[in-house]
């Protein structure tokens, strides 16, 4: 059973910066594409960041200069580095991974549980 586990949340004034972590682990395979989006209260989840197994990056308009996503040495690892955050960046974080299921049955999509992100002005 793939499971995903996030680190590196918390508070921090704005302009400040947070690194998050996530790891998914109970796969034989690599991922395809990994990434974090962000829930706001009263707000749909959307796409912060991801990263693909080549290095391929996509970021969201509103996070472009300021958060970086990058491949962990670890197998199946990424981070996200975010600076001169600001109060609209308050939300919960969750990873994501795209990794093959085991005998060709297709892609699995996972998430982790979500940690905090609290930008005070």
């Known amino acids: 059973q793939v499971q995903l586990v996030e680190s590196g949340g918390g508070s921090v004034q704005a302009g400040g910066s947070l690194t998050l972590f996530c790891a998914a682990s109970g796969s034989t395979w690599s991922f395809t594409s990994m990434g974090w989006y962000r829930q706001a209260p009263g707000e749909k989840r959307e796409l912060v960041a991801t990263i693909t197994s080549g290095g391929s990056t996509n970021y969201a308009d509103s996070v472009k200069g300021r958060f970086t996503i990058s491949k962990g040495n670890a197998k199946n690892t990424v981070s996200m580095e975010m600076n001169s955050l600001k109060s609209e960046d308050t939300a919960i974080y969750y990873c994501?991974?795209?990794?093959?299921?085991?005998w060709g049955m297709g892609m699995g999509d996972y998430w982790g549980q979500g940690t905090q992100v609290t930008v005070s002005s």
């Open positions: 994501n991974a795209e990794i093959p299921r085991d």
